[in-house]
């Protein structure tokens, strides 16, 4: 039965078992690249571990500088009220004070216009007075001519009284005049006897109250006769109203003795004390003095005495005086006048009889008569009125202030509100950032407590795979463990957005090789593109340097997104990854746009690049000019054009404005398909963001997308890695291929490895050259689509190299891919015996695939189809290793990987052990290290695994060597760190170590051949 | 909401700007009519201030007529001469600060000419200094108050009298 299905079946049984062997791969390439997200994240975790501490430092920092501010606005919030309240009581008083200010000022303004109003009465009262003297004085003179001064006499009894009321029109004032006589005791008789009667005494000695000359004294018939004296004053003559004091002697009274006496000694008008006149009412005596002659001013008092020869005396009514003068002023403001003669202690009253109250003014009035004092003492009438002027104003101030304290309090009472609420917004954003610090905390530690499992559980999977399954079984298996690569690939994302969202995101810096980058990309998706038969190739410029200075894990990860969606979303066709320096690809926008679109990697058009570029293109001009103005400090860094182009189903126009909000997805229709979480693009932004750098992209609905982003990185001033051996310096290679872009990506990974290598794009060139003789090349690698294409060729080019056999025939490889023909490929190969490189290209790959040709003709063949697997179990077979890790899931996962090639695993699940289990003499012959471990990390384990090996060859080079050593010069055991950190600072972290290399977990076939390689090759070469 | 803080904040200004300006009127018009009522007072005090110091100026031109008549006409013969009538005048010129001159002038009918040129001793002129021609009525000076001053003028018209 088994033979018989084999010879009857044999191309479908190949076929079956290379597709699952194929799929396995990829399967296994894809965990891979997930373990690489997955494993990456753990670095990030723990380098995140410190971030709580700044956060709780700032938080500390803001926490304590919240305090100091409320404690000292707390002061303020105590003083406050005392601040109102001065404020209050100062306003309070300030409109007191403007209240009495005003006050005054008011009656200050009415005392003066009191005073000016008395004073005026005053003035006016003095001047009227002055003029009835004038008069009473011309009266005298009048006597003083007519009289004394004529002879005979021109003047009589009846010629005085006539002309005395002809002119009392002058003197409405003055009711009575007389004129007296001097005459002295020797004139008596003859006086007496002219006169016709005799000198008469006035009525004073007996009764002093009737010394004026009222109708008591008049009384002529009752009158004593004056007796003798010195001298004598009789009256002469008399206006007919006071015709009865005619003969009279006017010093024989007390009082009019005194007014004589000063009126001729001064030459002036004198006064009397007030006295009653016949009509009730108060008046004074004015007397002038008559002299024989005109005496000059300066006259002295006895020479004025020794002149006087009469006396003018006149009867003055005050009180009709000042009511005369008060009619004329009526119109003003009315106010009381009285009118005093303040002689003597007591006032005498000449007019008024007020005594009232209130504010009083006193002006003084001068009458003429120095021996006498008279005073005016004037009075509002009405009350004062209401100082409204000061009410209203005090009372506005007051209003003003209180507004202003009440304005102040609502404002200390708002502040304070605020800041009781900023007090609180400050606790609740304390509790909120703490809250999200938690929440990044937890993600971490929930994420990376998800991922060792799920790496467990995704190993077991794929070990599961690679037992004898039936087809259902399989396919179950192949479900679990795409399902779980998803919710890895999920749990990565969310991690990152909540990074980016925290803004807790940092980028690292370290040397990197980009294009090991790309290629270890192309190996995670190498699967899934074969599955779907697409063609997937990389291209990084030759002006891009080898060592960048960046994070590589960041700018992978941005690159996987791209070309996770490009394969998702894309059936046929390519995906096409190109990595460009930016001043390169500026000068190459012109020349791209003649460029056709069917001219791609695969034939199937595509988006175009340029529209790609140009949604970009400002931000290169800007970094040109950039550049420019800090040229000396810019010429270490350098900006990458990255673009991941596909043939995919491209992205609706209504949608390409959403395309990088989160969660976005196109339609229903497509999420179903394709499933994914939407947030790849959203954190790809972010992350090209850090990197300085911008995003865009141009689609075609039906064509296919065009995704290109930027990144600022620095040069590398020092040499890495430098992959290419010289093993193959000095060798040419050919490429054939009708497809120029692919052939160049054939040239650009040859030229990496240090091949110089010739393009053609026909089978017939190289059958020309080879006929000619001219061919140089040792390496032949023609594309199988070009090799099918023209089919007709090949049989007689396999005739004419097996014919040949010459030494430096060249050696045939066919470039092959899932896209060809299955069946094709399988006969072609059965059929010629050739080699077969599959793709997508790869440095490490094609190294091992041309050193194994050029090695040795009986290793050409090539088993089940799958170079490595066959490769890594020729290295792997029968050898002895120890794998250490701590967890058990992890080494029974490292264990069946190791075993599945043919190895012979020993597991230590602890430093200490595996230091133990290493301890020089022993049999193994490499040790796979967990770096993660408690108690004794990896880095540790090494390094005293280290210093025992040291120890041991420097006893066998004294010779001190135990017998069991003997066969062995030198003791160095290869040790491969694995973990889940791929980053730069773990890989220099090994080396530090003296760790001999690293491979990812769970293990990826690849990789794992390429580290073990270099040492079990040159293991066999020194036994 | 700001639009109605807005007119709120509007309708405030203008309300008390009509309230400033109803006060403003208010006050003014009293104020205005105080200060007229007051100018009309103080004018028709001054006038008749004016007023009674010419009367007094009126009445001591008076007292002087009465006083020629008394001593005159009233006296037989009469007991006023230029001599008595000048100093009179001088020494009372402190009565009337305001009247620079005073003088008497006689009617004389022209049947009296004759008799009263013979009288005086001179012959009555006109203002020119000429011979008065033969008219109904005469109105000579026969006493005239003298300057203050003496003067070449003075002395001659002094003669003339």
Avoid at chain 1, 8 to 29: C, L, P, T
Avoid at chain 1, 64 to 72: D, P, T
Wanted: aromatic share 8%; with cysteine.
């Amino acid at each position: 039965m088994d033979e018989m299905s084999c010879g009857g079946g044999g191309g479908g049984a190949r076929w079956k078992r290379a597709r699952v062997a194929g799929m396995g791969e990829g399967k296994a390439g894809g965990g891979g690249g997930a373990a690489f997200l997955g494993l990456e994240r753990v670095g990030m975790v723990v380098r995140m571990l410190p971030v709580p501490e700044k956060v709780s430092a700032r938080a500390r920092v803001v926490r304590g500088s919240l305090v100091a501010h409320f404690r000292g606005w707390r002061v303020v919030r105590e003083t406050w009220w005392w601040v109102l309240l001065l404020w209050i009581l100062a306003g309070s008083l300030g409109s007191f004070y403007l209240f009495l200010f005003m006050n005054a000022q008011s009656l200050d303004k009415r005392r003066d216009s009191l005073a000016s109003m008395c004073d005026e009465r005053a003035r006016m009262l003095q001047d009227q007075f002055n003029v009835s003297m004038n008069h009473l004085q011309a009266l005298a003179i009048l006597v003083s001519t007519f009289h004394h001064s004529k002879t005979p006499s021109a003047i009589d009894q009846m010629t005085f009284a006539r002309y005395a009321e002809r002119t009392a029109f002058e003197r409405p004032l003055t009711s009575g005049v007389a004129y007296a006589v001097r005459v002295t005791h020797g004139e008596r008789e003859q006086f007496e006897r002219q006169q016709g009667w005799a000198i008469k005494k006035m009525y004073s000695s007996s009764n002093k109250k009737q010394s004026s000359p009222g109708p008591g004294p008049g009384d002529a018939a009752v009158a004593e006769i004056r007796e003798p004296a010195e001298e004598y004053a009789p009256v002469i003559f008399a206006q007919d109203a006071y015709k009865h004091v005619i003969s009279f002697d006017m010093l024989s009274g007390n009082e009019d003795r005194d007014n004589i006496l000063r009126a001729r000694k001064s030459g002036k008008g004198v006064l009397t004390a007030p006295f009653k006149l016949l009509n009730n009412r108060l008046g004074v005596i004015l007397t002038y003095t008559v002299y024989k002659y005109e005496l000059p001013a300066y006259a002295r008092p006895h020479e004025r005495i020794q002149a006087a020869i009469g006396y003018l005396g006149g009867i003055f009514d005050i009180q009709a005086l000042v009511e005369k003068l008060l009619k004329q002023l009526a119109s003003q403001e009315s106010i009381m006048v009285n009118v005093y003669d303040t002689t003597n202690e007591s006032p005498i009253s000449m007019y008024g009889d007020d005594t009232g109250s209130g504010m009083c003014h006193v002006s003084v009035l001068n009458f003429g008569d120095p021996s006498r004092k008279h005073e005016m003492h004037c009075r509002f009438e009405k009350k004062p009125p209401w100082p409204w002027l000061a009410i209203t104003s005090s009372f506005g101030t007051l209003v003003i202030a209180l507004l202003t304290g009440h304005i102040f309090q609502a404002t200390v009472h708002r502040i304070a509100k605020v800041e009781d609420d900023f007090h609180k917004m400050s606790e609740l954003k304390k509790r909120a950032e703490d809250a999200d610090v938690a929440k990044s905390q937890f993600l971490a530690t929930v994420s990376h407590e998800i991922r060792t499992p799920m790496n467990g559980v995704l190993g077991m999977l794929q070990m599961l795979m690679d037992t004898d399954l039936d087809t259902t079984q399989q396919d179950y298996v192949r479900t679990a463990q795409a399902s779980g690569k998803a919710l890895v690939s999920l749990i990565n994302e969310v991690l990152d957005q909540a990074k980016i969202e925290s803004g807790k995101l940092e980028l690292e810096t370290v040397p990197f090789d980009l294009r090991t980058v790309c290629d270890d990309i192309l190996s995670l998706f190498c699967g899934k593109a074969q599955e779907k038969g697409l063609e997937l190739a990389v291209y990084v410029s030759d002006q891009v340097p080898q060592i960048l200075i960046g994070d590589p894990g960041r700018i992978r990860q941005i690159i996987t997104n791209l070309v996770g969606n490009s394969i998702k979303f894309t059936e046929r066709g390519h995906i096409y990854l190109t990595v460009h320096v930016v001043e390169e690809v500026m000068s190459c926008l012109e020349v791209e746009t003649g460029i056709q679109n069917t001219n791609t990697l695969s034939g199937y058009p595509v988006a175009n690049r340029r529209c790609s570029w140009e949604s970009i293109r400002l931000f290169n001009r800007e970094l040109h000019s950039s550049e420019k103005s800090f040229a000396p400090i810019a010429s270490d860094s350098i900006s990458l054009v990255i673009s991941v182009e596909d043939t995919g189903v491209g992205i609706p126009f209504e949608a390409q404005s959403r395309v990088f909000t989160p969660f976005m997805q196109v339609g229903p229709s497509i999420a179903r398909i394709h499933g994914g979480t939407g947030i790849g693009l959203s954190i790809s932004k972010c992350l090209v963001g850090l990197m300085k750098g911008e995003i865009g992209f141009a689609s075609k609905p039906h064509v296919g997308s065009t995704f290109t982003f930027t990144a600022v990185l620095m040069r590398a001033h020092c040499k890495g890695n430098d992959i290419k051996s010289s093993e193959f310096k000095g060798i040419n290679a050919l490429v054939v291929d009708h497809r120029p872009v692919r052939a160049k990506v054939t040239k650009y990974h040859l030229q990496r490895l240090g091949v110089k290598t010739e393009l053609t794009a026909e089978l017939n060139q190289f059958i020309s050259k080879l006929n000619s003789g001219s061919l140089t090349a040792k390496l032949v690698l023609i594309d199988k689509e070009t090799w099918l294409k023209e089919s007709h060729c090949t049989p007689l080019l396999v005739n004419k190299l097996r014919n040949n056999d010459k030494p430096d025939s060249p050696k045939l490889f066919l470039l092959g891919s899932s896209a060809s023909s299955p069946k094709g490929g399988s006969d072609t190969s059965r059929e010629h015996n050739l080699n077969v490189i599959m793709k997508p290209l790869r440095a490490s790959m094609l190294q091992v695939s041309l050193r194994r040709a050029l090695g040795g003709v009986d290793k050409v063949h090539c088993r089940n189809g799958v170079v490595g697997n066959s490769t890594l179990g020729s290295l792997l077979h029968k050898k002895q290793i120890i794998v250490v890790d701590d967890n058990i899931v992890n080494l029974k996962v490292a264990a069946g990987a190791l075993k599945k090639y043919g190895a012979e695993v020993t597991c230590a699940d602890s430093g200490k052990k595996a230091i133990t289990l290493l301890k020089p003499p022993h049999n193994f012959d490499a040790c796979f290290m967990d770096i993660q471990m408690p108690e004794m990390d990896g880095f540790e384990a090494t390094r005293r695994i280290r210093v025992m090996e040291r120890d041991l060859n420097e006893r066998i080079e004294r010779g001190e060597a135990p017998p069991e050593c003997a066969s062995i010069q030198r003791w160095r055991t290869p040790i491969l760190a694995m973990t889940a950190d791929v980053i730069q600072a773990t890989h220099e972290e090994c080396l530090k170590s003296e760790m001999d290399g690293y491979v990812s977990k769970p293990f990826e076939g690849e990789q794992l051949y390429s580290e073990v390689a270099r040492f079990f090759q040159n293991h066999d070469q020194v036994e | 909401m700001v639009k109605l803080s807005t007119v709120a904040v509007v309708a405030w200004v203008l309300a008390s700007a009509a309230l400033w300006a109803g006060l403003h009127w208010r006050f003014r018009r009293p104020a205005l009519h105080k200060a007229e009522e007051a100018l009309v007072c103080i004018c028709e005090e001054r006038a008749r201030m004016l007023q009674d110091q010419f009367a007094v100026s009126v009445n001591h031109v008076h007292a002087l007529a009465i006083l020629v008549v008394t001593f005159h006409y009233d006296k037989h013969p009469p007991a006023l001469d230029q001599d008595t009538f000048a100093v009179y005048v001088a020494r009372t010129s402190f009565e009337r600060p305001l009247l620079s001159g005073v003088a008497y002038a006689q009617r004389v009918v022209h049947a009296d000419r004759e008799s009263f040129e013979r009288q005086q001793g001179w012959i009555i002129k006109t203002m020119k200094h000429e011979p008065s021609p033969a008219q109904d009525e005469y109105a000579p000076v026969i006493y005239s108050q003298p300057p203050r001053r003496p003067s070449p003028t003075s002395r001659k018209r002094r003669g003339e009298s």
